[in-house]
């Protein structure tokens, strides 16, 4: 069974930066393309950023230039750089597979706010 566990969030200004980290349990995760998520309250949940088992990366052009995705397959963890961040940054953050495919974990939140 796969267990994702995310955190670092907190609350941060315009213009701050957090770094997330999510811990995934299971072989698998040497194998996996991983992504992160978030979710604004009131809004779907939208794909950020992804990368694969290779590190190539991908993101989505709200964060491209300020947010980087990086993995370390030895630890089983993907994490999320988040830099020059914007009110409308503010979500709840997770990490999956691009497909959701992997039991959602609780998320970490991140609010933007002077």
């Known amino acids: 069974q796969v267990q994702l566990v995310e955190s670092g969030g907190g609350l941060v200004q315009p213009g701050g930066s957090l770094r997330l980290s999510c811990v995934v349990s299971?072989?698998?995760?040497?194998?996996?393309?991983m992504g992160w998520y978030r979710q604004a309250p009131g809004k779907q949940r939208e794909l950020v950023a992804t990368i694969t088992r290779a590190s190539y990366t991908n993101y989505a052009d709200s964060v491209k230039g300020r947010f980087t995705i990086s993995r370390d397959n030895a630890k089983n963890t993907v994490w999320l750089q988040m830099n020059s961040l914007k009110s409308e940054d503010t979500a709840v953050y997770y990490c999956?597979?691009?497909?959701?495919?992997?039991?959602w974990g609780q998320g970490t939140q991140v609010t933007v706010s002077s």
């Open positions: 999956n597979a691009p497909d959701g495919s992997y039991p």
């Open positions: 299971g072989s698998i995760f040497r194998l996996a393309t």
